[in-house]
C-alpha cells in the first residue's frame, strides 16, 4: 500500500438526463480514483464540494477515512438528517472507500470485513423506467411514467395487475417486491385523511397477490412519510390480513416517538429509514424502538463508512439492515458490497427496471444477479467504472477541483 | 400579488454569508438572509425553490413551506436547504408586513413589550460570516468552530474598539465595566474553545480548566454580579469533559451554558443537564419544530435558543418559541450571524411572550451591519425597541448592489421556463 499519498483532485459529475444525481471522483497522487454517487439537490451538493469540502480535502492523506469523514461532517451544521452537507459527505466518504479498496487491490466487501456470505436476496422494488429520474420541481406521489412498450412498467403493473406482475417476478426467480399503492389518495389532503373507500382501493394490489401466487411472494409496503399518524394507522391496519413483509416509512421521520408508537400497534414489522442519517439519529431510532428493520441509503446516511457503523449498532439492537437503492448504479454496488459483508443484512433491494436500462448506461456492469440473489462483484474496489459513452457525452458536466 | 423573481446576493468581503430577495408585481421586495455554506443554499434557491415560487402569491406563508420542506425533505436540522427554507420565509414575511403596513410583530401577535433586553456576544470585527485576512495574527481560540472549521476564526485586528474576543480572552474585567458603562448587563464569550484542538475535545486537563476560568474570575472580582455572563461550548467537548468544565463554573453564577455538547443527541444532553446546577441554553444547531419537540420533551434545555434564519425562519422560529412556552421554558433569538437576522430576531422577541434575550454583537451593529442595510434596529442602553416600521423595516443598501464584489443572481418567469 501507498504510504503518504494525497488527494490530488475531486471532480463531480452531472448529467441533464439525470437531473437528481451527482457522482464525485477522488483522484489520489498515484493515479487511483475512486467514486461516490449522491442524488437530489445535485447542483448545491456540487457547489458545497467545491467550495466547502474540496478546500479542506486536497492535499489530505486520503487513508485517514475516518477522520476526513468527521472533519467535513463538522464543515456543515448537519448533526442529523439528510440534507445537502450529508449528501455530499456521503458521495465523498463512498468515493474514499472505493479510492482506499482500490489502492489495496481489494473488492470493497473485503475491506469492510469480508464476505459473510456468498450471495444476498434481491427484492424489487416495482418503479418503472423513470420513476423518480427525470422528474425536475415538486415530486408528485403515485404519478406513473408509463412506457408501454417496454417489459418492466412495474409500477404501472402493481397499480393494474399486480398478480400478474408477482408472477413474473417469481419466474425469475425474485420472491419479494415492494408496492406503493396508497400514494395516489395523499395529494387530495397532503396526506390528512384517508376514506374506506381509497383505502380498499389500494389493498387490491395485495388481494390480487395473494390470489395469485398465495404467500410465495413477500410485499412490502411502501409509505413514503406522507400520511399522519391516524391515516397511516388506518392504511396499515387494512394491509395487515395480508402480512406484508413490512411497512415503510409510514410518517414523517422526524419524530420518532411518533414512529414507535405507530410500531406499537402493529404486528407486522416496520421499516425505517432511509431518510435518516449518521449514527446519532439511528441511536434514537434503536432506543426508542421505532422500527424492525433498519433501512438506509448509503448516499444519505453519510456514506458506506457510517452505513456499516449503524448497521453494527443494529446488530447490537438484534435488528436487521436492509440497504436502499432506488438512486443510481454506484450506490447499488456500494450496497450489494455491504450486504454481502454486514452479518445482519437482510435483504437488498434494486429495481430491475432501472438495472436493465439507465443504470446500464452509466457504469459497465452491475453485480451478478442469480435467481433473485446478488452474488458478489468481482474486480476492486466496488467492482465497476462508468461507461466510456458516459463519460465521453457531450451533455456530460465536469466540474474540477484539484491541487 | 404575486412572486415575479427571486435573487440572491453574495458579497467576497462576507462569504459566510447570502441574502435573498423576493420580487413582487406589486412592486414589494422582501428581504431575507441566511450564513454558511451560501453557494450550496444560492444553488438550491435557484434550481429547486424558485421553480416552485415564482407566480405563487407571497402571502401563502404556511403553503409555502410546508411545500417547500417536503420537496426538499428538510428536517431537524440547518441544512443547506433549512437555511434557504428560512431565508425565503424571512423575505415573505418582510412582505407581508409591507403589504399590511404592519411591522412584523404586529403580525405575529402584537407587542409583549416595548423594548427588549440584550446580551453581547464579546466577538470581534472578523468573527463568523466575514472574509479572514491572509497573514493576520489568529488567537487561538476559535468561536464557532463547530460550524465552520475552515473560515470562521476570530481574529484580532484594529478596526475600532469593540475587539471583544481578544478582550475576553486577555482583560475580561475591562471588557465588563466597558460593557456596562454602555448599559449591557449581560455578556457571552467562549474562553474553553482554545483548548479543544489539544484532545479534539475528548477531555480537559486540570491546567487548563484554571486558564478557562480566569475571565470569569476577572468579571465577578471587578464587576461583582452588575453582569451576567453566558459561557459558550460551541458544542466542542465529550460528555465528561464537559461536566469538568460546567462544575467548575457552577461558582460563578452564570446566566446559561450553551451548547455543551454535540446537538445530536438528546439523552446526552439531558444527562448533562440533569447533573449541572446552571441553566441549560440550547440550540441554535437544530431546527424545526419536531428537533425542539424532542429536546424539550427530554428535558434536555432551560433556555430556548434559536435562529431564525437556521431554524425555519419567522414562521417556525414563532411554532418553536410557543411550543417552548407550553413547556414554561423562555427563548432567546440568536444572532451572530448577519444585520436580517438580527432584525428578524427583534421583531420575535418583542412580540413572544416568552422571549428572554435578544443577542448582539456590539462589534457587528457599530462596525459593519450598518454598512449592508439602510436602517438598524434601535438599540440603547442594553435594550432594543420595537421596531416601527413596516414588515422587517430594513433594506439592503445601494452600495451593495454597485459593490464589486458583490455577485446578483436572479430567478424569474423566463430562468425557469
Known sequence: ?403 | MKITSIDTILNSEYPGLIWVQIHTDKGITGLGETAFGVEAVEALIHHEMAPYLIGKDPLHIDAHWTNLRNSTRADLTPSAEMRAISAIDVALWDIFGQETGQPIHQLLGGPSRERVMIYNTCAGYRHGVRRSEAGEDYTASSGDTVLNLSGNIGQVGDEGPYEDMRAFLNNADDLAESLLSEGITAMKIWPFDQFYEESDGQRISLENLKKGLEPFDKIRKRVGNKIQIAAEMNSLWSTPAILRIAHALEDYDLMWIEDAIPMNNMDALADFRSKVNIPICASETIATREAFREMFERRATDICMLDVTWCGGISEAKKIATMAESYKLPAAPHDCTGPVTLMAGVHLAINLPNAFIQETVRAYNSGWYPTIVDRMPDIEFGEVAAPTEPGLGMALRPEVFTDPRTTLRKSDAKTIA
Not at chain 1, 461516490?36 to 456540487?46: I, M, Q, R
Not at chain 1, 439507465?358 to 452491475?366: A, G, H, T
Request: glycine share 8%; net charge negative.
Open chain 1, 1 to 403: 500500500m501507498a504510504n503518504s499519498s494525497r488527494i490530488t483532485q475531486i471532480e463531480t459529475l452531472t448529467h441533464p438526463d439525470y437531473p437528481k444525481l451527482v457522482w464525485i471522483n477522488l483522484t489520489s497522487d498515484d493515479g487511483v480514483t475512486g467514486h461516490g454517487e449522491t442524488s437530489f439537490g445535485p447542483e448545491a451538493v456540487e457547489a458545497f464540494i467545491h467550495n466547502d469540502v474540496a478546500p479542506y480535502l486536497l492535499g489530505r492523506n486520503p487513508d485517514q477515512l475516518d477522520r476526513h469523514w468527521r472533519e467535513i461532517n463538522r464543515l456543515g451544521m448537519t448533526h442529523r438528517s439528510r440534507g445537502v452537507e450529508m449528501r455530499a459527505l456521503s458521495g465523498v466518504d463512498m468515493a474514499l472507500w472505493d479510492l482506499f479498496a482500490r489502492r489495496n487491490r481489494m473488492p470493497l466487501y473485503q475491506v469492510l470485513g469480508g464476505l459473510t456470505r456468498e450471495k444476498i436476496r434481491v427484492y424489487n422494488t416495482c418503479a418503472g423506467y423513470s420513476y423518480g429520474v427525470k422528474r425536475s420541481g415538486l415530486g408528485e406521489p403515485g404519478s406513473i411514467d408509463y412506457r408501454p412498450e417496454q417489459p418492466y412498467e412495474d409500477q404501472h403493473a402493481f397499480m393494474t395487475d399486480a398478480g400478474k406482475l408477482a408472477e413474473d417476478l417469481l419466474n425469475e426467480g425474485i420472491t419479494a417486491m415492494k408496492i406503493w399503492p396508497f400514494d395516489q389518495f395523499v395529494g387530495k389532503t397532503n396526506g390528512q385523511y384517508i376514506s374506506l373507500e381509497e383505502v380498499d382501493e389500494g389493498v387490491e394490489p395485495f388481494r390480487k397477490i395473494r390470489a395469485a401466487v398465495g404467500d410465495q411472494m413477500d410485499i412490502a409496503l411502501e409509505m413514503h412519510s406522507l400520511w399522519n399518524l391516524p391515516s397511516a394507522i388506518r392504511i396499515a391496519k387494512a394491509v395487515e390480513p395480508y402480512q406484508p413483509m413490512w411497512y415503510e416509512d409510514p410518517v414523517r421521520m422526524d419524530n420518532i416517538d411518533t414512529l414507535a408508537d405507530f410500531r406499537k400497534q402493529m404486528r407486522e414489522p416496520v421499516t425505517a429509514s432511509e431518510m435518516v442519517s449518521t449514527r446519532w439519529q439511528f441511536r434514537e431510532m434503536f432506543e426508542r424502538k421505532g422500527m424492525d428493520i433498519c433501512m438506509f441509503d448509503i448516499c444519505w446516511v453519510g456514506g458506506i463508512s457510517e452505513a456499516k457503523r449503524v448497521a453494527s449498532m443494529a446488530e447490537a439492537y438484534n435488528l436487521p439492515a436492509a440497504p436502499h437503492d432506488c438512486v443510481g448504479p454506484i450506490t447499488l454496488m456500494f450496497s450489494i458490497h455491504l450486504s454481502l459483508n454486514m452479518p445482519n443484512a437482510f435483504l437488498q433491494e434494486t429495481v430491475r427496471a432501472y438495472n436493465a436500462t439507465w443504470y446500464s448506461e452509466i457504469v459497465q456492469r452491475l453485480a451478478p444477479m442469480e435467481d433473485g440473489y446478488f452474488l458478489p462483484p468481482e474486480g476492486d474496489g466496488i467492482g465497476t467504472e462508468f461507461q466510456p459513452s458516459f463519460l465521453t457525452d457531450s451533455n456530460l458536466i465536469r466540474e474540477v477541483s484539484a491541487l
